[in-house]
């Protein structure tokens, strides 16, 4: 079992983390994810081939780095090193809102049930969840709350205008 | 007072629910402790020295007669039969069991009350001024502006898990009740210069703690259509840039005292500049909706004068003592604002029992609309009190020892639960504030003093706000002896300012002492009963106040 859930529902994690790319001979195929500098690196080579890619940022990269190629990525992975670390938040909600990310935003790292609600608020539908967490039982964690008061990736408007 | 909707009661229950699940995966194991901790936190519940305490939200220090009921319903059946009114204008339970939290939150949410986001790394309850609405030099009510807060930091997704906890304060008056220079975000209702539009001086960067700061003017004025996306990219740049390397280095006041004021100021101007226009903007009809919560309640028309009032001024000192301290002029002419003094010997500043609870929720239906305000000095407000009502309310208060008479003067001491409960804690506090209001319990002699304020915290945490007081205790523990630091010249006010360490520390036995030098070389050297401590000690400077206390 991949403890990985898509769209709201335990689905089976299709990609694979690459790094350590030194020459585009040795480039694997299917679907791809690099570390940001790799993709800088050796954007060219890596869109040369034919799977899929997609990029991992770390929590103190500026998304903006990557805002004129996210319409050749189809993936992007955000990391959670601890769950008390809520950088990723912005993250993901600068490449949903700010620079229109069509792709999958993932969650990757201390992915625990609690967040998931946050999470999708920010426009995240990809999460690899942490080993000891169940997949199937974590979709609820999605519903358990039904009204939000405030903009996110899912609203444009606050409650109080909605409502009018 | 704002009134719930429909989604607002579904949230709580949500919310309820939600925590319920929570400690039965904790109780199954399905939650670390690590990790229930930061849920738990969010709701308030915190594990102290010798038990849980649950803190529970009060808006902006708005309550009404029934949350006062049910708040003593909490303490009598869940707790010890009292509570604590903090510096936050909040509620504090000390001895919860943790299986009952669910069912003390089921009861919250019957009155609209809740425990979310009283801790935890997250955005706290906003507070604000507790004469918001009927004070006379307010320039607008701050309770909407304070409501719209509530609603966008209430489980805000971005903002849930930042580096650290983040207070705002929103004052509307002239007079700064509610201290918002030491909060991580200030917002002062200020005019335009150039026209009558309102709008916002903005603070960043305020906070006590280990390293206590005042927060810095990032914005003049900022128009009240633009308050929320503001504190977006204010909280944004903070949720990216804040320090997560260092606990206590974590406060945007440090971010903002590292970045500097201009850099940190170009910083949340670019990343405003971007979502200004966005959803959080705020349009006239956000403001018509949420002002119609707050609208003046229907006063009687009544004369600024009552003859029975005067009579008992005349002929009852106690009653004029009273009327002196813990009574201010209200906008509206035939009603006053009272203070009910937490602060007497016989209580911990701030505690109040369930039969008091009661007893004020009474009151304030009897003689005030049925409305109590809480304050960040830890007393309580009777916000719409008829003048030709104060002496039955003084009646009633005496009796219930809600009524010394000492509103802003020295007995009327802020002071942190210490060792006494805190885990935190390095030494005692409320035997101190006990030791200093026995001593000073009399009020020819507090009314000579004037206004002074004395603040207690017993841990560099400083939740006793001592920095800003005019004279502050700070209690440490030295090689196994509780230690206590005077710092003088402190204010929380408009004229905010962080006190100044005098010396060295004095042990528990000398503390009251030292006080009392201190408030004697300010009697002696004072030019006339009109200067106050503060103005006094700015104008004399520290060094007569360090001989007298170190020769």
Not at chain 2, 194 to 221: C, D, H, N, Q, W
């Amino acid at each position: 079992m991949d403890n990985y859930i898509k769209d709201r529902k335990v689905d089976s994690n299709e990609w694979m983390p690459f790094t350590g790319l030194e020459d585009g001979d040795s480039l694997p195929t299917g679907d791809i994810y690099v570390p940001l500098e790799e993709w800088l690196n050796a954007r060219e080579t890596l869109l040369t081939r034919n799977g899929r890619l997609g990029v991992a940022l770390r929590n103190t990269d500026d998304p903006a780095i990557i805002k004129d190629d996210l319409e050749r990525l189809d993936l992007v992975v955000l990391e959670f090193p601890k769950m008390a670390d809520g950088r990723a938040f912005t993250q993901a909600r600068l490449l949903r809102e700010r620079y229109g990310f069509k792709g999958e935003i993932r969650a990757t790292g201390d992915v625990l049930y609690d967040q998931l609600f946050y999470m999708q608020r920010c426009g995240m539908n990809g999460f690899e969840l942490r080993d000891d967490q169940n997949a199937s039982n974590s979709l609820k964690a999605f519903d358990e709350m039904t009204v939000t008061y405030q903009p996110a990736s899912d609203e444009e408007l606050p409650l109080w205008r909605r409502n009018k | 007072m704002y009134q719930y909707s429909e989604q607002d009661h579904q949230l709580l229950l949500e919310r309820v629910s939600q925590f319920r699940g929570q400690v039965a995966r904790r109780l199954k194991g399905e939650l670390s402790e690590e990790e229930f901790k930061h849920q738990r936190l969010r709701n308030g519940l915190y594990l102290q020295l010798h038990a849980y305490m649950l803190r529970v939200a009060i808006p902006y220090g708005l309550l009404s007669s029934e949350q006062m009921r049910t708040l003593a319903h909490i303490a009598r059946k869940y707790d010890k039969g009292y509570g604590h009114f903090s510096t936050r204008q909040n509620i504090q339970y000390n001895w919860p069991k943790l299986e009952d939290v669910p069912d003390i939150l089921d009861d919250l949410a019957k009155v609209e009350m809740h425990a979310i986001q009283t801790s935890g790394n997250c955005i706290r309850n906003t507070t604000s001024d507790p004469l918001a609405g009927v004070a006379r030099d307010e320039i607008e009510d701050p309770r909407p502006y304070c409501e719209l807060i509530r609603q966008w930091s209430t489980f805000h997704p971005e903002f849930n898990f930042l580096p650290r906890k983040f207070k705002i304060a929103v004052s509307g008056a002239t007079q700064d009740r509610a201290a918002v220079a030491v909060h991580d975000i200030g917002l002062r209702l200020v005019k335009s210069k150039t026209s009558e539009e309102i709008g916002f001086e903005v603070y960043v960067g305020g906070g006590l703690g280990r390293t206590p700061m005042l927060g810095k003017v990032i914005r003049a004025f900022l128009p009240k259509q633009d308050m929320l996306t503001y504190l977006e990219a204010i909280l944004r740049v903070y949720n990216m840039l804040g320090r997560r390397d260092n606990i206590y280095k974590a406060r945007i006041k440090i971010l903002v005292h590292e970045t500097g004021e201009e850099k940190f100021r170009e910083l949340v101007e670019a990343e405003w500049e971007k979502i200004k226009a966005g959803g959080l903007y705020l349009k006239e009809e956000d403001f018509n909706w949420v002002k119609g919560f707050f609208n003046d309640p229907e006063y009687d028309i009544l004369p600024d004068q009552d003859a029975d009032f005067e009579n008992l001024m005349l002929s009852n000192a106690d009653f004029a003592r009273w009327v002196d301290k813990n009574i201010e002029l209200h906008k509206q002419s035939g009603y006053r604002i009272v203070y009910l003094s937490l602060k007497t010997a016989h209580q911990p500043p701030g505690d109040v029992t369930a039969d008091q609870m009661d007893a004020i929720a009474d009151l304030a239906d009897k003689y005030s609309l049925g409305h109590i305000r809480t304050t960040h000095r830890q007393n309580l407000v009777l916000s719409d009190v008829q003048l030709k009502d104060l002496p039955a309310l003084w009646g009633e208060l005496k009796a219930l020892d809600l009524a010394t008479p000492n509103y802003n003067h020295v007995t009327d001491i802020i002071s942190c639960p210490g060792l006494d409960y805190c885990a935190l804690a390095t030494a005692r506090s409320i035997p101190i504030s006990q030791a200093i209001t026995a001593r000073f319990d009399d009020y020819d002699f507090i009314n000579d003093l004037g206004d002074v304020s004395i603040n207690i915290s017993g841990c560099i945490n400083a939740c006793g706000h001592h920095h800003v007081a005019n004279i502050g205790i700070l209690g440490v523990n030295k090689k196994g002896t509780e230690v206590y630091q005077l710092t003088l010249g402190g204010s929380a006010r408009e004229d905010a300012a962080i006190g100044k360490i005098i010396g060295p520390a004095f042990e528990a036995d000398e503390i009251v002492d030292a006080v009392s030098e201190v408030l004697s070389v300010y009697l002696e050297n004072r030019e006339d009963p009109e200067e106050t401590f503060l103005t006094a000690y700015r104008r004399l400077g520290p060094a007569l106040f360090k001989e007298r206390l170190y020769g």
